[in-house]
């Protein structure tokens, strides 16, 4: 089992940034990626953002491109997701995912979530 704890949302005015932070614990030594969720109410969930742990590629929804970046910090097994510019579209709750592998494995563990609030 991997455990994931979001931390970092918040509330904050169209234009402002946060930044988020995803911390995972367990089973950690089969890992290759995380990745970064939101879920608005009454949408669906979407995909934001994804990170391979090893060399650190990335990937972004086209919604977010040029406004969020997503980092890692091996050591502490922990994933960032730094939110700039952000748009009263950008409000949801935010959760984070663990791949233990590539290719068709989809993501196992999930974090509670984080509210972001951006007020226009």
């Known amino acids: 089992q991997v455990q994931l704890v979001e931390s970092g949302g918040g509330l904050v005015q169209a234009g402002g940034s946060l930044r988020l932070s995803c911390a995972a614990s367990g089973r950690t030594f089969n890992k290759y990626a995380m990745g970064w969720f939101r879920q608005a109410p009454g949408k669906e969930r979407e995909f934001v953002a994804y990170?391979?742990?090893?060399?650190?590629?990335?990937l972004y929804a086209d919604s977010v491109k040029g406004r969020f970046t997503i980092s890692r910090d091996n050591a502490k097994n922990t994933v960032y997701l730094q939110m700039s510019s952000l748009k009263p579209e950008d409000t949801a709750v935010y959760y984070c995912?663990?791949?233990?592998?590539?290719?068709?494995?989809?993501?196992?563990?999930w974090g509670q979530g984080t509210q972001v609030t951006v007020s226009s």
């Open positions: 995912a663990w791949r233990s592998s590539g290719g068709a494995t989809g993501y196992e563990y």
């Open positions: 990170i391979t742990w090893n060399i650190g590629s990335t």
